[in-house]
């Protein structure tokens, strides 16, 4: 099959095998993926990385154990745990010691023509779900995933930092999950996205609200956590989205003194994604910057790399051809 | 009155005038004083801090609005907050914009022989608890507080980095409270005072326990949340107890890939902590180290700054004389 390799630079692979089916897996045929940060890391060497990233997608079941899920449109959770420690049974295995995660660690993953990845991993994506739209459900479940803590659920008020394509579906969520959000960034153009869909934004630089319930650190960048803790209200909570993977320079005193919570958060719930998307009460569509053939991915990454890129696809299943 | 100064090194006082008593406050003649780390900080130069340090008290009240109050033998919650605002009214004014906080923010301590605190921030303490164990209500209140936390209410197992005063009152109140807890240190003289109630314990260097629920830092050092971040579980929580005064460098990227939560905690419920003190579920008078008269303060505070020491108290009440 066709896929995007990365191993040094990404390049293109005309011939690479289908990954083998183990047992209680699906094998799917990919129809279009979606570029996260998080590959661009992988690219430059994050984790030492080496094989297909993605692990934003939607696609079609070739082959499953469950039959009744053969034909079927479906996005997944990317995390494959072992599917009976204590992490695999009461939070979907996102903490399995053992896991695989799609694209990233062990897995094989979405820019490819096809991918495995075990069945009680998918979601279905109902038909009034366009591929555009079901794309953004594994981005939306981290972005919704940051109201899932006992800290943050009553919190009435948000300020996301970073118009990213990350912060900016953040915002989105929280906006979409009624909670009072401004969304500070760099890039008015950007901003004006998250405008357009009624949330406050902020310039960086002008003066952001401070007093805020939730405050998410959506920036990638050293200074987003310092930021943050100007912003957050005391004993209020601060949500680390975006990891910067070196140690850096921080002064955590404020975390003391003004009893701040601090949490990390990863992956959330597919299935509520699907609902939220398919319900229409996030509308990612805006957020696509452009898209590419599989045969161009290597250049798909290369416009996401650019500084201030959206969200770039690529079309996978559409390009029977190179 | 004798008060014990911070203005460059602690010096002593012969005729300081006793404070003004502002409307609802009380004056509390001090009988017993602690001290804190905190102090030794303020006596470096933490906060710009000029006047008299002491927040870790009892004493008995001189003249109070309430008149039932006079003669109470009494603890204070430390901070002294406007009373009316969300802060005072909800969670006891600890993040009260305009607060004093006793010995430390605006307001004269407790190494003196009186002290004015809002009659509301009183504490009775029963017959049966002495001023030895009374002495210890506020670190006990603060220790206590780690586990008022939605994120940490729930931990069965707790680790707490540090075998230094508060390091060791918080493992007794983990422990009091159910937790299996183990503390790690540097000194087997003090590590022996937690063995000695049941807690277990473990030297810095030699291997922790893995995959706590909690874990509590202590140290007061640049070390010691990397070291919580190793040995807590994914998803669990990190409470920072203390504070390094200074940016530092610290690699957050475990907090988000394992969905850490990291609490920062301060004063707790006064109230709380003379109950538990009274019913001996903690016993703090194994940490005493030495005491000292308020005439030789100054050597108490040359005593509590050396490495390992106990805590140290200064007798007021019982010293007329200079």
Not at 41 to 60: D, I, K
Not at 131 to 143: T, W, Y
């Amino acid at each position: 099959m066709r896929a995007l390799v990365l191993d040094g630079i990404p390049r293109l692979v005309p011939d690479l095998p289908v990954p083998a089916l183990a047992p209680g897996e699906a094998l799917v045929a990919v129809r279009v993926a979606g570029i996260c940060d998080t590959d661009l890391q992988l690219a430059r060497g994050y984790m030492n990385f080496r094989g297909v990233p993605g692990h934003e997608f939607v696609g079609e079941v070739l082959e499953a154990d469950d039959r009744s899920l053969v034909g079927a449109r479906v996005v997944a959770d990317i995390n494959a745990g072992c599917g009976t420690c204590a992490s695999c049974t009461s939070e979907r295995g996102h903490h399995c010691q053992t896991r695989s995660v799609l694209g990233i660690l062990g897995r094989s993953g979405a820019f490819a023509e096809q991918l495995t990845i075990p069945d009680r991993c998918l979601v279905r994506v109902p038909d009034e779900l366009d591929d555009d739209g079901a794309v953004f459900a594994e981005p939306l479940a981290a972005a919704l995933h940051v109201l899932d803590e006992a800290a943050t659920r009553s919190a009435r008020t948000a300020v996301v930092l970073g118009d990213g394509k990350l912060g900016l579906l953040i915002a989105l969520a929280l906006h979409a999950s009624g909670l009072r959000t401004t969304v500070v960034g760099r890039h008015a153009e950007k901003l004006s996205l998250a405008a357009a869909a009624g949330i406050a934004t902020c310039l960086e630089g002008d003066d952001a609200p401070r007093g805020a319930d939730l405050v998410v650190e959506a920036t990638g960048s050293e200074k987003g956590l310092a930021a943050a803790l100007t912003l957050v209200r005391p004993r209020g909570t601060v949500v680390l989205k975006t990891t910067v993977a070196a140690p850096f320079s921080v002064d955590l005193s404020p975390v003391v003194i003004h009893e701040i919570t601090l949490i990390g958060s990863r992956c959330g719930d597919m299935q509520r994604a699907v609902d939220v998307l398919s319900r229409n009460e996030v509308d990612p569509r805006p957020l696509i910057g452009a898209r590419y053939p599989l045969s161009r991915a290597d250049a798909a990454f290369e416009h996401a790399g650019r500084r201030g890129s959206l969200k770039i696809l690529v079309d996978v299943g559409s390009t029977a051809a190179p």
